[in-house]
């Protein structure tokens, strides 16, 4: 029993993880710059800003910490594609195939 690995498709993969990174990297600037002012909520919502502030900045925080997380997936999953093309073109040519 065995498998297959194609190194090209987990290059495809590794720039979709990278593509989406950028992509949460935007919302989570977005997010980051919202303005969340005394009257945001009315005079009677005064009371929630600190809390609605601090969930915000939570927010953005996450969404920066995925697009990082994202981007360095990417880089990892395009290191095994290359361990794995590396591997093979060892092996065969050590066996007097094509490297």
């Known amino acids: 029993m065995g498998f297959d690995v194609v190194p090209d498709e987990l290059r495809t993969f590794a720039s979709g993880l990278k593509d989406r990174g950028g992509q949460v990297g935007e919302v989570a600037t977005a997010a980051d710059g919202v303005s ?3 009257d945001t909520f009315g005079v ?3 009371i ?3 809390s609605a ?3 915000a900045g939570e927010a953005a925080a996450g969404l920066k910490a ?3 997380t994202l981007a360095d ?3 990892n999953t395009n290191a095994t594609a290359d361990t ?3 591997t ?3 092996n065969a040519s050590g066996l007097g195939g094509k490297a």
């Open 84 to 86: 794995y093309a590396d």
């Open 66 to 68: 995925l697009s990082e």
């Open 88 to 90: 093979d073109d060892g």
């Open 36 to 38: 969340l002012g005394v």
């Open 53 to 55: 502030k601090q969930a």
């Open 44 to 46: 009677i919502g005064q």
């Open 73 to 75: 997936d990417g880089d």
């Open 48 to 50: 929630f800003v600190g």
